[in-house]
């Protein structure tokens, strides 16, 4: 399997990234099965993986860990921290009092001593970045955490982040972990040419778009893509975007089966043929829905294929809104002219 550095860290992780959201309550309760699968992952040269504090309140974390015995060193691990892990007001977000708990959690649940990546899983808007990464460098001077990245941070927020990190001396975010897939393309707008500008490695997330782009949804299919564990309005069939995605997931399909290619595959090479994209993170549950995944890691698209694509959804485009997990999708209150 090919190789990339992440960002300028030196560091070489898979173009593919196994994430393991669907390990436990979620997905996939069968922690036997579940390592199974994260293990036959390793086994073809998958080296990257990542996890959550939050996903099935910790149990993925858990099972990540046991998968891991005797293979730590040989894998770049990489978890996340701020959705909220119970009732108390502090009990998640970007404050120094929770990081400084919540990765002791993680690294017990995960059986090492250390993370490879540890990321703010959304950007907060009542804490100062400069109070998160006052924490997280001291975490990487502990040797508890080796570097920090964010996810689904906005460009702005990006900037602002380098910014502050530069002007304070502070260890930077050396990754951003943003959607993307053909039907959600907005970061190519400003996410995707910002993190370059810094530096930053790529490992975006949902290259199926929720199960969209599995090859299982058409139009006479008989049931709609649905998730427990992301908004229903992505799948709401009623919203006429949702419609759209429909008709250009037909058209997927019906371009990936002239190509001979299964469209899941040519929806996963897609995301990481963008010369931005470090690593496309995949979240099978089951051993099959991995070894359907896995042939993409070395699927070239071709620029028919490409330009094809682009027709369909023009660079930059994000067919429906609410797919978007940075930024506002619209205005707040706040920030309106009036």
Same mark, same amino acid.
């Given at each position: 399997m090919e190789y990339r550095t992440l960002g300028r860290t030196g560091v070489k992780v898979s173009p593919l990234c196994l994430g393991t959201m669907m390990f436990g309550a979620w997905g996939n309760a069968d922690h036997d099965d579940s390592i199974r699968v994260i293990r036959t992952a390793l086994d073809a040269g998958i080296n990257f993986v990542d996890t959550a504090d939050v996903y099935s309140a910790? #149990? $993925?974390?858990?099972?990540?860990?046991?998968?891991?015995?005797?293979? +730590?060193?040989?894998?770049?691990?990489?978890?996340?921290?701020?959705?909220?892990?119970?009732?108390?007001p502090n009990q998640g977000g970007g404050s120094r009092k929770w990081i400084m708990r919540s990765v002791d959690d993680s690294l017990r649940r995960l059986g090492t001593d250390y993370i490879d990546l540890y990321q703010v899983h959304r950007p907060s808007p009542d804490t100062d970045v400069d109070e998160t990464l006052s924490a997280l460098t001291d975490l990487v001077h502990q040797g508890k955490v080796r570097y920090i990245g964010?996810?689904?941070?906005?460009? $702005?927020?990006?900037?602002?982040?380098?910014?502050?990190? +530069?002007?304070?001396?502070?260890?930077?975010?050396?990754?951003?972990?943003?959607?993307?897939?053909?039907?959600? +393309?907005?970061? #190519?707008?400003?996410?995707?040419?910002?993190?370059?500008?810094?530096?930053?490695?790529?490992?975006?997330? $949902?290259?199926?778009?929720?199960g969209w782009l599995s090859g299982r949804w058409r139009r006479d299919a008989d049931a709609a893509p649905t998730s427990s564990a992301r908004p229903p309005a992505r799948f709401d069939m009623s919203n006429p975007a949702n419609q759209r995605k429909l008709d250009v997931v037909e058209q997927l399909a019906q371009l990936a089966e002239s190509a001979g290619i299964p469209l899941l595959q040519l929806a996963i090479a897609f995301v990481i043929r963008h010369p931005a994209v470090t690593s496309a993170i995949i979240g099978p549950r089951t051993l099959e829905q991995l070894e359907s995944q896995l042939p993409a890691a070395d699927l070239v698209l071709s620029t028919d294929v490409l330009d094809r694509i682009d027709a369909l959804v023009p660079p930059g485009v994000t067919l429906n809104p609410d797919d978007n997990s940075y930024g506002q999708a619209e205005l707040a209150v706040s920030a309106r002219r009036r």
């Open positions: 910790g #149990e $993925s974390e858990q099972i990540v860990g046991a998968a891991l015995t005797g293979r +730590r060193d040989d894998v770049v691990l990489a978890t996340k921290f701020f959705m909220p892990m119970g009732d108390g964010s996810s689904s941070y906005a460009a $702005s927020q990006i900037v602002e982040a380098q910014v502050v990190a +530069r002007d304070r001396t502070l260890s930077r975010f050396v990754t951003e972990q943003p959607p993307y897939s053909i039907l959600v +393309r907005g970061i #190519e707008e400003d996410v995707l040419p910002t993190a370059r500008r810094h530096g930053m490695g790529i490992l975006s997330y $949902s290259p199926l778009a929720g």
